[in-house]
Each structure stands twice: as structure tokens, then as C-alpha cells.
């Protein structure tokens, strides 16, 4: 599980829930209709506005949101493309055909075997770049439609705002009509609020910066491949790729792998 969403999901509910109990009754917040006309109406407008499966995958991205992100360990990827250079240096490209076998990460198993098959460089770029870029491209189109989701979720809590003024100026001779009228004008206008407010659009910047992540992995392992393909020695291939990597975690790969260097020569 993704503690930090888990926690910040309940701990925000309760601080609402509480918030609520404080200032009156909890029962008047549960409306039906108010649900009925706010996540109904967003839904079937998101599934209006975008194809059923982008829309299948938001509700695969909210279940994802809670649960533990997938860890890129990015100081292990540049030293596996270190090792995997020096091999290719020192005892030629097709030496590493039988370590393919041994790479776990689809994604760099398949650059390497271009790389071994003697592809052309270009060639493997285009390639390579067009998985990241369609990568990328997919999940834009489900946090576009999130994003929908959590803009329209809003406007739907105003069209019930409305539905229940209407029904309450119509009914103004029957005050047993004005309670429920208002329950629906008001609290759309909440469900709208909250929904996109506290879950949609948090769940949006979430999976920006899982996505992120995923795509700098998918760099660096696009890099690498092309950089062992061209035979670039692999200390310009660990500087080059270091730099995608923030100052701290750069003194610590160097700091790693002094020690490791040391110890080697010991």
C-alpha cells in the first residue's frame, strides 16, 4: 500500500467528517440524489467525452493510487549499464548476448538486443524514443481524463444546486418540500467540491509524479543502450547519465563506487 495516500485519504475524511459532526448532523451530508446527479453525471460525461477504456483505466489509476508505487532505483540502473559497457569494451558486443538473459527490466533487455544485433544507432533511438513517447502518451490521455473528471464534478454539483432551487421556488406553498429542495441545492455543490478538491486532483499530481519517475528510468536506460551501441567509454557514460540524477545522489554514486574501487584494489 501507498501509506502516504492511504493516510492522507483517511486522516482528510475524518478532519471533514469531524468538521461536520462539530457544526451538526452528520445525516443531512448522506443524499442520494445529490450522489446520483454528481459522480453519476461526471461519470457518464467522462465516458461521453473520452473511449470506454481510457475511461477504465481512471478508475484502474484511482485503485493504483493506494497502492506502493513501483521503486526505480536509479543508482542500480546506471551501475548495471556501467558493468554492462565495460563488458562490451573489453570483450566486444556479442559477449553480451548471453547476459540477456539476466536483465530483469523488459524495456533495456530489448535496447540491448538491437545493440547486439548490430542495429544502427539511429535506428535504436527511434525506436527506443518512440516506446518512451507512446509511453507517455498513454498516460496523458488518463490523466487528461481525470483531470476532466475532477473539472466537471463541480459544474454538476451547480446543475444540482439548481435542480434543487428550481424545485424549491416551485414548491414554495408546501413547506414539507423545502428541506429536501435545499438538502439537494447544497449539498451537490459539497459533493462536487470535495470529490475533485481533495481526491481527483490530488490523484492527478500523483500519478505526474509516478509517471515521472518511470519516464526518467526509461531515459536513462535508452541512453545507456545507445551510448554502449556507439562505444562510448564508461566513464563518460556514467558522467553522461549522472547528470539526469540531482547533485546528492551524484556525490553518493561516486562515493559508492570510490569505496567500491578501493575495496577492489585492496
Same mark, same amino acid.
Given at each position: 500500500?501507498?501509506?502516504?495516500?492511504? $493516510?492522507?485519504?483517511?486522516?482528510?475524511?475524518?478532519?471533514?467528517?469531524?468538521?461536520?459532526?462539530?457544526?451538526?448532523? #452528520?445525516? $443531512?451530508?448522506?443524499?442520494?440524489?445529490?450522489?446520483?446527479?454528481?459522480?453519476?453525471? @461526471?461519470?457518464?460525461?467522462?465516458?461521453?467525452?473520452?473511449?470506454?477504456?481510457?475511461?477504465?483505466?481512471?478508475?484502474?489509476?484511482?485503485?493504483?493510487?493506494?497502492?506502493?508505487?513501483? =521503486?526505480?532505483? /536509479?543508482?542500480?540502473?546506471?551501475?548495471?549499464?556501467?558493468?554492462?559497457?565495460?563488458?562490451?569494451? +573489453? =570483450?566486444?558486443?556479442?559477449?553480451?548476448?548471453?547476459?540477456?538473459?539476466?536483465?530483469?527490466?523488459?524495456?533495456?533487455?530489448?535496447?540491448?538486443?538491437?545493440?547486439?544485433?548490430?542495429?544502427?544507432?539511429?535506428?535504436?533511438?527511434? $525506436? #527506443?524514443?518512440?516506446?518512451?513517447?507512446?509511453?507517455?502518451?498513454?498516460?496523458?490521455?488518463?490523466?487528461?481524463?481525470?483531470?476532466?473528471?475532477?473539472?466537471? #464534478?463541480?459544474?454538476?454539483?451547480?446543475?444540482?444546486?439548481?435542480? @434543487?432551487? $428550481?424545485?424549491? #421556488? @416551485?414548491?414554495?406553498?408546501?413547506?414539507?418540500?423545502?428541506?429536501?429542495?435545499?438538502?439537494?441545492?447544497?449539498?451537490?455543490?459539497? /459533493?462536487?467540491?470535495?470529490?475533485?478538491?481533495?481526491?481527483?486532483?490530488? /490523484?492527478?499530481? +500523483?500519478?505526474?509524479?509516478?509517471?515521472?519517475?518511470?519516464?526518467?528510468?526509461?531515459?536513462?536506460?535508452?541512453?545507456?543502450?545507445?551510448?554502449?551501441?556507439?562505444?562510448?567509454?564508461?566513464?563518460?557514460?556514467?558522467?553522461?547519465?549522472?547528470?539526469?540524477?540531482?547533485?546528492?545522489?551524484?556525490?553518493?554514486?561516486?562515493?559508492?563506487?570510490?569505496?567500491?574501487?578501493?575495496?577492489?584494489?585492496?
Amino acid at each position: 500500500m501507498d501509506n502516504n495516500t492511504l $493516510i492522507g485519504t483517511i486522516v482528510g475524511a475524518l478532519l471533514i467528517l469531524v468538521g461536520i459532526k462539530l457544526s451538526g448532523d #452528520l445525516g $443531512i451530508f448522506f443524499d442520494i440524489p445529490s450522489m446520483m446527479i454528481v459522480f453519476g453525471g @461526471g461519470t457518464c460525461a467522462m465516458f461521453v467525452a473520452y473511449s470506454y477504456e481510457t475511461v477504465m483505466n481512471v478508475f484502474g489509476l484511482v485503485k493504483a493510487a493506494y497502492m506502493a508505487p513501483r =521503486e526505480f532505483n /536509479y543508482m542500480k540502473l546506471i551501475s548495471s549499464i556501467l558493468m554492462t559497457a565495460d563488458v562490451a569494451r +573489453k =570483450e566486444g558486443i556479442l559477449a553480451l548476448d548471453s547476459r540477456i538473459a539476466e536483465i530483469e527490466e523488459p524495456f533495456m533487455a530489448r535496447g540491448l538486443q538491437m545493440v547486439i544485433d548490430g542495429v544502427d544507432v539511429k535506428v535504436i533511438e527511434d $525506436i #527506443l524514443d518512440t516506446e518512451l513517447d507512446s509511453r507517455a502518451n498513454r498516460h496523458g490521455d488518463v490523466k487528461s481524463a481525470l483531470d476532466f473528471l475532477g473539472s466537471v #464534478l463541480p459544474g454538476f454539483g451547480l446543475i444540482g444546486t439548481i435542480i @434543487g432551487l $428550481i424545485g424549491l #421556488l @416551485g414548491n414554495l406553498d408546501d413547506p414539507s418540500s423545502i428541506g429536501p429542495n435545499m438538502a439537494v441545492a447544497l449539498i451537490t455543490t459539497f /459533493y462536487g467540491a470535495v470529490a475533485a478538491n481533495f481526491l481527483l486532483i490530488p /490523484y492527478g499530481k +500523483k500519478m505526474d509524479e509516478r509517471s515521472k519517475a518511470e519516464q526518467l528510468y526509461g531515459e536513462i536506460i535508452a541512453r545507456g543502450c545507445l551510448f554502449i551501441a556507439a562505444g562510448v567509454h564508461p566513464r563518460i557514460i556514467q558522467e553522461r547519465l549522472l547528470a539526469f540524477m540531482s547533485e546528492k545522489t551524484r556525490v553518493t554514486f561516486n562515493e559508492l563506487h570510490l569505496s567500491e574501487e578501493l575495496g577492489q584494489g585492496g
